[in-house]
């Protein structure tokens, strides 16, 4: 090897973007956890939170800045984490005959790679679903609690309003953008066993890989220290327990509702 | 004394003739092992049995046989220096095992660890990451200063001497699923950041002994913690944060 400097010189430093954008990703999940919890708000009033929240969550500059900075992480977190992979590979070309690497480690610590690629394929799938049909798929939108005047981005009802092209028309003038309803995508979308099964596999896949990738990430950046060592491995075993729960009973919920 | 009953062993061992040559498990059958005795007596035995019947005897590496030079190594039933925790394979005692049962013996394995000869593997990539940076210089000029003139805390006196009970057999590169010497590497790295001795040459040693692990074809850490378990020193995963830290920091201000 030359004398390699930059982003990823060193296997040291492609563990510390990976336990960088970890980390990252991981603050990610708890404000995406947050807002998804307002799906189990019921009735017109829940659609309607929902879909303002929708609203914001894709016209709020600072938010739109965050999920660039999300994208990236994903991203390089893949990316780097297949560069790793094969490094590791590469480092032991015969394996042994018998081995029994269950005394010395965890199962998650052996398979992230594994665990990660499941992950990678369900945000795939789960930005087809939901992200790309809000963006620019065919979308219904969303009406007043009546039935019958159409809603602005900014929750107006504009009475006797038609939409076109997703703005609303009213006596032939432009009032303003519609507001989409992503709420029953989302409960449309959870009709189906199988991609309510998918999303309950992926979470499972989710909370092994934070299993692992929660107290790892603060050891490769150094942080281990006999004080915070507990605390670390504690919230870490409860945040990947906790957190992809409840991600995975949002569709369930939604199936059986 | 009374005459202890003696175990019987299948043993399959890795034999192979050379690095070019392709090896293989052989399967041999050894009797009335006593349970008092080492592995590596125990493989003695074997290898007598074997040269009795005119074969070639197995080829594994020793020297002290008490647990300290790091010699020996062996890939035991899976783990490396058997199933026992905090010993060396000739620390190792047969009563460890069943009678009756099949022991698998195989060499430590990784890409930086050529196999020379059935058992013996080359660890000398060690020795040349640890002469890329682990040591300091002293002026021995004459007028030597006594190490013990500076005053050093007590707890990290104890945490570098805890680092440097290491001894280098490679038992962590076996165990890691990436066979990574980072274990290694960064208790020797600990023994000296610890220590006001080790402060002049901190930075270089940290990036050069880490550059020299990649270049031997050693792997990436990912943080499993097989190295700290299956480490006959107890090396703590400690040192490997110590060193990712040290790294960070001599990376971000190096030249």
């Known amino acids: 090897m030359s004398e390699s400097r930059g982003l990823l010189k060193s296997h040291i430093v492609k563990k510390y973007w990976m336990a960088f954008t970890g980390l990252f990703l991981i603050l990610f999940l708890t404000g995406h956890l947050a807002g998804n919890l307002q799906l189990f708000m019921s009735g017109y009033a829940g659609q309607l939170q929902f879909n303002e929240y929708a609203v914001f969550m894709t016209t709020n500059p600072a938010v739109k800045l965050l999920s660039y900075v999300t994208y990236l992480s994903i991203i390089f977190h893949a990316i780097d984490g297949m560069m790793i992979s094969i490094a590791n590979k590469k480092a032991r070309p015969i394996s042994y005959a018998y081995s029994r690497p269950e005394k010395n480690s965890i199962w998650s610590s052996r398979n992230m790679g594994v665990l990660g690629t499941i992950i990678l394929v369900y945000i795939v799938v789960h930005m087809q679903n939901f992200w790309y049909v809000y963006k620019f798929g065919s979308t219904p939108f969303m009406m007043n609690e009546a039935g019958n005047a159409p809603l602005l981005q900014d929750g107006t009802a504009v009475a006797g309003g038609l939409i076109e092209n997703g703005s609303v028309f009213l006596n032939g003038e432009n009032v303003g953008v519609a507001m989409k309803d992503l709420h029953t995508i989302v409960v449309d979308g959870f009709t189906n066993p199988i991609l309510v099964g998918f999303y309950v596999l992926a979470m499972i896949a989710l909370g092994f890989h934070l299993v692992h990738g929660f107290s790892s990430a603060f050891q490769s950046l150094g942080l281990n220290h006999p004080k915070y060592n507990p605390i670390i491995r504690k919230v870490g075993y409860a945040y990947a327990i906790v957190v992809p729960a409840i991600f995975a009973l949002i569709p369930v919920y939604m199936f059986f509702m | ?255």
């Open chain 2, 1 to 255: 004394m009374a005459a202890e009953k003696g175990m019987n062993i299948t043993l399959k061992v890795w034999r192979q003739k050379n690095g070019q040559s392709k090896g293989a498990l052989e399967t041999y059958q050894i009797n009335d092992v006593s349970p008092d005795s080492s592995f590596l007596e125990m493989m003695d035995a074997l290898n007598d049995q074997i040269i009795m019947k005119d074969g070639s005897p197995v080829v594994f590496d020793h020297d002290c046989r008490e647990g300290i030079c790091g010699s020996c190594s062996m890939y035991i039933n899976g783990q490396p220096h058997g199933p026992a925790r905090l010993v060396t394979t000739c620390q190792l005692h047969m009563r460890e095992f069943k009678d009756g049962e099949t022991i698998y013996v195989e060499p430590f394995r990784a890409k930086a660890f050529p196999v020379i000869k059935d058992l013996v593997v080359d660890r000398s990539a060690l020795d040349r990451i640890q002469h890329a940076g682990g040591y300091i210089s002293v002026n021995t000029s004459g007028n030597t200063q006594d190490a013990n003139a500076i005053p050093i805390e007590k707890e990290k006196a104890d945490k570098a001497f805890d680092a440097a009970t290491c001894i280098g057999c490679g038992a962590c590169v076996a165990a890691c699923k990436n066979a990574s010497a980072s274990l290694f590497m960064s208790a020797k790295i600990s023994q000296y950041a610890l220590l006001p001795q080790g402060q002049v040459e901190a930075k270089n040693r940290v990036l050069a002994m880490v550059k020299q692990a990649e270049e031997e074809g050693f792997g990436p850490c990912s943080n499993t913690g097989a190295c700290e378990i299956e480490c006959p020193k107890g090396i703590s995963l400690e040192n490997i944060a110590r060193m990712n830290r040290e790294y960070l920091s001599a990376s971000l201000t190096s030249k």
